[in-house]
């Protein structure tokens, strides 16, 4: 056989592997097009994804609603018959506070303060909203806080202040972002939240997400 036909064959092959393995979700890859799992996924991540991988706490699922257009992907918190009890922005998993340094959520700096930490502000990005003249909303993680030599106010919704978009039976028991729960996963079912805590259409807001409504579990990130 002629070299060049050789490599036609070989890539032909390979490209029919690759579309196999796709249409059947044993493995493929996805670019993320906003920035609900920054910092740890950052807006145009590429992450890999298999429907082998059994999905556990802490990993990536992606998956898809009946009403969504496109695949989201956002970080396993809750699996089947977990309390999950959010309050103040902490997150609890069967009573236990859930230790996430690698999640954004927002605080409120001083003019001062934001002196201070400026150039590292600007230089990873970090959104900053002007609150008043003297304050302002910072977005950080757990992390990045320890790094700058941080101690802020976090900057949450009230326990009694309400959420239009807040998924219905959420919503209807008069939980909000930051006070959710306790509530049990129910069986079949997960929660997952974003990274970016105050920029993810998460299960809060969407609820439950169903086993059969998961594509695949993300191997990298």
């Not at 009573?95 to 003019?111: A, H, V």
């Not at 909303?137 to 806080?145: D, F, K, M, P, Q």
């Amino acid at each position: 056989m002629k070299k060049w036909l050789l490599v036609f064959v070989i890539v032909g092959l390979l490209f029919w592997i690759w579309v196999a393995l796709r249409l059947t979700h044993t493995l493929e890859y996805y670019s993320l097009p906003g920035v609900s799992d920054a910092p740890t996924l950052p807006k145009g991540s590429i992450v890999f994804a298999s429907r082998l991988k059994t999905p556990d706490f802490n990993n990536f699922i992606c998956f898809k609603k009946p009403t969504q257009s496109s695949p989201h992907i956002y970080r396993c918190i809750g699996k089947p018959a977990d309390i999950i009890e959010i309050k103040s922005g902490k997150v609890y998993r069967n009573g236990k506070l859930l230790d996430e340094p690698f999640t954004n959520n927002n605080y409120i700096i001083t003019r001062n303060q934001l002196n201070r930490v400026n150039g590292y502000i600007e230089a990873n990005k970090n959104e900053l909203t002007p609150l008043s003249d003297t304050t302002y909303r910072v977005t950080l993680s757990g992390n990045e806080l320890k790094a700058y030599h941080l101690s802020l106010i976090p900057d949450v919704s009230p326990k009694a202040a309400t959420n239009e978009y807040m998924f219905d039976d959420f919503k209807k028991a008069g939980y909000n972002e930051d006070y959710l729960g306790p509530v049990k996963v129910p069986a079949g079912c997960y929660f997952l939240l974003g990274d970016n805590r105050h920029n993810a259409l998460d299960s809060r807001y969407i609820g439950f997400i169903k086993k059969d409504e998961i594509i695949a579990t993300v191997l990298n990130h």
